[in-house]
């Protein structure tokens, strides 16, 4: 067993880190102030290659490996989570499905944009009634003279509603199966198409400075091109899509929670109080072990999970999936709680970082499958 | 045009120095690129766009300066060669000169491109010494670089401003920070650089004896610590004293 990263894995996590201190961590504070999306960030992180980190070289990426991958979303995540989730759910959610399921004509017209982080692509899964229960989706597609006319309404979709948002992959119901719930298929609607409308963004409490938007649908017409695989596929590839999303979204949570044992470990050196640095008493020491040896831990199962994923004959993956997306999120909450502890009423205080690591942590154990989702999917894999 | 540059595998300048018993500097602990280095990188790149050919790096070190080399060559340098063996540790500046102008003749390059002075010796000695073994002129403390048919011309960086400076190629430039803000190595060019070639080269393969040391370190000391200034507390007439003391110094 070796826990050596590759040589190129290396460099990438040197390049991320050194990426996300210089350009993404001094910006960090004001997007999130104003609630606002970082073009120009985005723009430099399409530069740098990291949208095409992890696709081959034929269809425009860098030919990186998942873990390279992984690793990108947890130091840009470390510099702002916000931007960390807006490049996790363009790769894993946006430009994943349509290499993994698209046609040629459709790879060939959409992945050059998004590996290029010139566009961006969203995923629409979530609905008003539909959010554990992602197969309870109402939206349907009905066929029509050699097109897909798509009805219902989408809720809290990332990447949707940028200036750069070129669509996104819609599940929806296309048929009724024999005793079962419906058959759910995916259509790639690009932004713009009429009757497809990006409604305002929510008022969130935390990763302000990403993009998230309800979406309706009336009859929305889109070609017969535009489904994504086959008809009925639906449902096992959003399975497989969110998967992947999984570990992507612990390497977010190892990134954030790093970062809030940096924030912790700087500011317990240099308080003091009753004559001394607080880092010096017993209890804030034990509070930054255990933070210390969480995160390890988490980023150990994160990058063990991202291995598995490459490696796509293994039994083992759905299980680490889960078990690395549950067990970094509630680190990284733990985390930014004991951050924020550490800094006294000045954590509570938006001058320091760790009031934002706060607010942008909770999300983690909900998005992509909440932390109940990812216990009732281990204990399946238990045989129960 | 074929260009060599030398780079060199550093201890992390940003973590604290150490040196070894026998008063060598500890290598042990990170190491990088010298960032010295990847301003001759840069200056390299920018030549090649302009004038096409090829970027060739050239770097004596152990066996993990393997990772330095890999970064210029993830910058976009397009092939190595890296002349490793043991009995090299601790090598001076001649003989490092003399390593490295064997290693680069069989290239016949048009210009060689090093960083000034390396940012852990600091001796800035290895470039001067290579030109002169390579038989070639050489241009110092180069703010600009530019080939203009079989000269090469350089803004060379002085106290006061900078002067223009012209040689004959094949000539070496030793290039200040001047030149540009390296660029990132982009993630496309990390995942490329695994293909790029790096021809290992051992000491035997040179044809260099090695002879005594021509430098050897006699003692280490401390430099001496610049005293603490005088810090002047606003009781009404701050601006005066800092005035009495600008005009003392002749700053006014
Ligand atoms: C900022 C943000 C960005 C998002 N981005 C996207 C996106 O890009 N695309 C997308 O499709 N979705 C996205 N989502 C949606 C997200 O994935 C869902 O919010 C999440 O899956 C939970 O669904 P829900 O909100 O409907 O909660 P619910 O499913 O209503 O859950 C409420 C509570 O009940 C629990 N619960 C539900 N069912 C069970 C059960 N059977 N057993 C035990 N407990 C249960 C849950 O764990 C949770 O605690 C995003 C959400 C947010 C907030």
């Not at chain 1, 509603?161 to 719930?181: C, D, F, P, Q």
């Not at chain 1, 091109?225 to 590839?237: D, T």
């Not at chain 1, 390497?251 to 790093?258: D, I, P, Y």
């Not at chain 1, 954590?347 to 932390?371: H, L, Q």
């Amino acid at each position: 067993m070796d826990f050596e990263l590759s040589p190129e894995q290396k460099q990438v996590r040197d390049l991320c880190r050194e990426f996300a201190q210089e350009v993404v961590a001094p910006a960090a504070a004001e997007l999130d102030r104003e609630h606002r999306f970082g073009y120009d960030i985005v723009r430099q992180m399409g530069d740098l290659g990291l949208f095409g980190l992890g696709f081959p070289e034929d269809a425009g990426g860098a030919g990186g490996d998942f873990l390279s991958y992984c690793i990108a979303v947890e130091e840009i995540s470390r510099a702002d989570a916000g931007v960390g989730i807006t490049l996790e759910a363009a790769v894993s959610l946006g430009a994943t499905p349509i290499q993994e399921f698209g046609t040629k004509e459709q790879k060939e017209c959409w992945l050059p944009d998004l590996l290029a982080g010139r566009k961006l692509w969203a995923f629409g899964l979530t609905e008003p009634g539909a959010g554990s229960d992602a197969a309870g989706t109402r939206t349907r597609a009905q066929p029509e003279d050699g097109e897909w006319v798509i009805n219902g309404s989408k809720q809290f979709i990332t990447n949707s509603g940028t200036e750069i948002s070129a669509g996104v992959t819609v599940t929806a119901l296309t048929g009724k199966r024999e005793g079962a719930r419906g058959e759910i298929s995916a259509f790639l609607v690009p932004t713009g198409t009429p009757g497809y409308t990006v409604e305002p963004s929510y008022r969130k409490l935390g990763w302000h400075s990403s993009d998230t938007h309800p979406l309706t649908f009336e009859d929305c017409h889109v070609p017969a091109g535009n489904l994504l695989g086959k008809q009925g596929a639906g449902y096992r590839q959003f399975l497989h899509t969110l998967a992947g999303g999984r570990v992507a979204i612990a390497a977010l949570s190892v990134g954030l929670a790093q970062a809030c044992l940096d924030a912790a470990v700087t500011y317990a050196k240099e308080r003091q109080q009753f004559g001394k640095p607080i880092a010096s008493f017993q209890a804030i020491q034990f509070k930054l072990a255990d933070m210390a040896m969480e995160v390890e831990l988490a980023r150990m199962i994160t990058y063990r999970a991202a291995i598995a994923y490459s490696d796509r004959g293994s039994v083992e993956f759905r299980k680490l999936a889960s078990m690395a997306k549950l067990f970094a999120s509630e680190t990284s909450k733990r985390a930014a709680d004991q951050a924020v502890q550490i800094h006294g009423g000045y954590g509570f205080i938006e001058d320091y970082p760790v009031a934002r690591y706060w607010r942008d942590v909770k999300i983690n154990e909900i998005g992509e499958g909440t932390s109940e989702v990812q216990r009732m999917l281990i204990a399946r894999e238990l045989g129960i | 045009m074929k260009i060599v540059v030398t780079v060199k595998q550093i201890p992390d300048p940003n973590a604290p120095q150490k040196l070894t018993s026998d008063n060598r500097l500890d290598r042990g602990g990170e190491a990088v690129l010298d960032p010295g280095d990847e301003y001759g990188v840069e200056a390299g790149l920018k030549l090649k766009e302009a004038h096409g050919g090829e970027v060739v790096l050239v770097s004596m070190g152990p066996a993990k300066a393997a990772d330095a080399i890999r970064k210029g060559l993830s910058m976009g340098a397009d092939r190595a060669i890296h002349v490793s063996d043991d009995s090299l540790a601790g090598a001076d500046a001649l003989l490092t000169a003399q390593i490295l102008a064997a290693a680069i003749k069989p290239e016949n390059p048009d210009l060689v491109i090093c960083g000034t002075e390396s940012t852990d010796g600091s001796t800035g000695m290895v470039p001067p010494m290579l030109a002169e073994l390579l038989g070639m002129p050489q241009a110092t403390f180069a703010k600009q670089v530019e080939v203009k048919g079989d000269k090469v011309s350089v803004h060379r960086q002085t106290n006061e401003g900078y002067e223009v400076v012209e040689a004959q190629a094949p000539a070496l430039v030793t290039v200040t920070a001047g030149v540009g803000e390296p660029r990132y190595a982009s993630l496309k060019g990390i995942m490329a650089a695994r293909s790029k070639e790096v021809k290992k080269v051992e000491l035997s393969a040179l044809g260099i004896e090695k002879g005594s040391p021509a430098e050897s370190v006699e003692g280490v000391a401390d430099a001496e610590t610049r005293k603490a200034g005088e810090v002047i507390e606003d009781d009404g007439n701050a601006a005066e004293r800092i005035l009495a003391f600008l005009v003392q110094v002749k700053a006014v």
